[in-house]
Nanobody, 117 residues
Framework: QVRVVESGGGLVQAGGSLRLSCAAS????????MGWYRQAPGKQRELVAV???????TYAGSVKGRFTISMDNAKNTVWLQMNSLKPEDTGAYYC???????????WGQGTQVTVSS
């Protein structure tokens, strides 16, 4: 079982910035990937950004150029820097990790991001 803890959500005006963090209880070297997903009310959960153990990064097209995902191997932590936020970025943001031992997915409890126009 891998524990995943997110932090950093909040309320911000359009054009502002927020930084989310996600800490895993497992070493990053024992995980295949860590990433962020979001879910707006009435919509399906969607990928925002994911980074592999080897550093390969994938972004959703809607956040490219505005969001940056990065990781700190020593702290088993992944950050999501979100700049130029838009109202459509509003939603619950969830951290996901995939274990390289069990190949199971683990999710955090979610953190709310609200962008006002």
């Amino acid at each position: 079982q891998v524990r995943v803890v997110e932090s950093g959500g909040g309320l911000v005006q359009a054009g502002g910035s927020l930084r989310l963090s996600c800490a895993a209880s497992e070493s990053i070297f024992r995980l295949n990937r860590m990433g962020w997903y979001r879910q707006a009310p009435g919509k399906q959960r969607e990928l925002v950004a994911v980074i592999s153990r080897g550093g390969d990064i994938t972004y959703a097209g809607s956040v490219k150029g505005r969001f940056t995902i990065s990781m700190d191997n020593a702290k088993n932590t992944v950050w999501l820097q979100m700049n130029s936020l838009k109202p459509e970025d509003t939603g619950a943001y969830y951290c996901n990790v995939n274990s390289g031992v069990s190949w199971s997915d683990y999710w955090g409890q979610g953190t709310q991001v609200t962008v006002s126009s």
